[in-house]
């Protein structure tokens, strides 16, 4: 059975740093592309970042420059470092694994606020 398990979310200033980690289990981590998704308040979701299994990187827009993905195989874990956090950046954040979208955390909140 799949898990993941998304931790490290909490209240942070505005240009504050925090880095989110997802522990994995039950498939295969090594071999699939990982992803981060997000949904604010009251809004849909949305793709922050993904990482495939030669750990080449993609960002949205939104957050390119100010966040960095990575993937630790030996850990089965996949890490996201947020770095000048801005308000808008609060949200559930959830690991998610495949292109298809296949499996879903159950997500970490973080809220950026001063």
């Known amino acids: 059975e799949v898990h993941l398990v998304e931790s490290g979310g909490g209240l942070v200033q505005p240009g504050g740093s925090l880095r989110l980690s997802c522990a994995a289990s039950?498939?295969?981590?090594?071999?699939?592309?990982l992803n981060w998704v997000r949904q604010a308040p009251g809004k849909g979701l949305e793709w922050v970042s993904g990482?495939?299994?030669?750990?080449?990187?993609y960002y949205a827009h939104s957050v390119k420059g100010r966040f960095a993905v990575s993937r630790d195989n030996a850990k089965n874990t996949l890490l996201l470092q947020m770095n000048s956090l801005k308000p808008e950046d609060t949200a559930l954040y959830y690991c998610?694994?495949?292109?298809?979208?296949?499996?879903w955390g159950k997500g970490t909140l973080v809220t950026v606020s001063s």
């Open positions: 998610v694994s495949g292109y298809g979208m296949e499996y």
């Open positions: 990482i495939n299994s030669g750990g080449t990187t």
């Open positions: 039950g498939f295969t981590f090594s071999g699939y592309y």
